[in-house]
C-alpha cells in the first residue's frame, strides 16, 4: 500500500498571538511554503498538502485573523500586509525553514512577495496562483476598493460590507466553474462560519484597506522577479473576476522563462482543477528543487 503523508495540525506563538499551520513531509526535505487569500485559510491548501508531502516538506500557515489563528480586536493588531509577512518570516525562523519556494495565491501573493524582498536569498521559486503583482490584473472588480483607499470613510468602508456576506463567498467558490458538483459546499460554509466571528468584518475592512499599500510596492516585486529570476510556474484560473488573467500574463515581461498555465476555472482553481493542477505543480517542483 502507498504510504500516505500524515498532516499535522499546529501552533506557534508568534508577535503574541497563536498562529495555526498545518505541516507535513519529511523534516529535511526542501520546504513548500503555502500562502493562502482571502476568505479562507490554509484550509485552501487541504487537499494539496498530502499531494507533495511524500517528497517535501510542506507549511501552510493561517494568517491572525483567519482560520485557526488569533483573531484579536482590530484596535489592538495591525491587520496588514507587511506584518503577515513579519509573522510568516518569525514562524519560518521557529520552524528552520530558510529556504522555500512559496505557492501564493490572492494576499498570500503581496504576503509572499513582501517576504521575497525581506529574504531574497531564501526564496527558492514561486508557484503562482492567481494572485496579483501587476496593475493590469486590478480591473473592475477593485473599484470601490480603490475608492477605499482615497478616501477611507465610514461610508466607503461600510460599501465594502457586501464582501463579506454569504452569498459573495459562495460567488467566490462557484464563479466560472463549469462543474460546480466538484466543488464541496464545505468551503463557503467554512470560510463565512470565520468570517462572521464577532469583531471579524472590522479586520477584513482593515485588509481591504492596507492591501493598496501593496500597489505601490508592485516595482519592488517586478524588479525582484527580473534581478533573482526565481523559477516560477503560473497555474491561474482564468474566470476569475477578482484577480482576472489579465494579471497572470506581465509576470513573463519579468519572468520569461516561467511557465503559464492558464486553466478553465475561477477564483478557487484548486477545488475543481487540482488532478490538472498537481502533475504541473509536481513536475516544477522536481525540476527546481527536487533531489
Do not use: C
Not at 231 to 241: A, F
Amino acid at each position: 500500500m502507498t504510504n500516505i503523508p500524515v498532516v499535522h495540525h499546529k501552533t506557534a506563538k508568534v508577535d503574541g498571538v497563536d498562529v495555526f499551520y498545518r505541516e507535513a513531509g519529511p523534516a529535511n526535505a526542501p520546504v513548500v511554503l503555502l500562502l493562502h487569500g482571502f476568505p479562507t485559510s490554509s484550509h485552501m491548501f487541504r487537499n494539496l498538502i498530502p499531494l507533495l508531502a511524500d517528497k517535501y516538506r510542506v507549511i501552510a500557515p493561517d494568517y491572525p485573523g483567519f482560520g485557526q489563528s488569533d483573531a484579536p480586536d482590530h484596535t489592538k493588531f495591525e491587520y496588514g500586509f507587511g506584518h503577515y509577512a513579519d509573522i510568516v518570516d518569525d514562524l519560518l525562523g521557529q520552524l528552520g525553514a530558510d529556504r522555500y519556494t512559496m505557492y501564493v495565491m490572492d494576499y498570500g501573493a503581496p504576503v509572499g512577495y513582501r517576504l521575497a524582498l525581506k529574504h531574497p536569498e531564501r526564496v527558492t521559486g514561486f508557484i503562482v496562483q492567481n494572485g496579483n503583482a501587476y496593475e493590469e490584473g486590478l480591473r473592475e472588480f477593485w473599484d470601490p476598493i480603490k475608492t477605499y483607499w482615497a478616501d477611507h470613510s465610514q461610508k466607503n468602508r461600510e460599501a465594502l460590507y457586501v464582501l463579506v456576506k454569504p452569498e459573495t463567498t459562495k460567488f467566490q467558490y462557484t464563479d466560472g466553474v463549469s462543474d460546480l458538483t466538484r466543488i464541496s459546499p464545505d468551503n463557503w460554509v467554512h470560510d463565512q462560519a470565520l468570517l462572521d466571528r464577532p469583531g471579524n468584518r472590522d479586520i477584513q475592512m482593515d485588509l481591504f484597506r492596507d492591501y493598496g499599500t501593496n500597489v505601490p510596492l508592485y516595482p519592488q516585486f517586478q524588479a525582484f522577479f527580473r534581478e533573482r529570476k526565481p523559477p516560477t510556474i503560473i497555474v491561474w484560473g482564468k474566470n476569475d473576476v477578482i484577480f482576472p488573467e489579465a494579471g497572470a500574463h506581465p509576470y513573463v515581461r519579468d519572468l520569461p522563462d516561467a511557465e503559464v498555465h492558464i486553466l478553465n476555472t475561477g477564483h478557487f482553481a484548486l477545488e475543481d482543477k487540482l488532478d490538472e493542477m498537481v502533475p504541473l505543480i509536481r513536475s516544477f517542483l522536481d525540476r527546481t528543487i527536487g533531489r
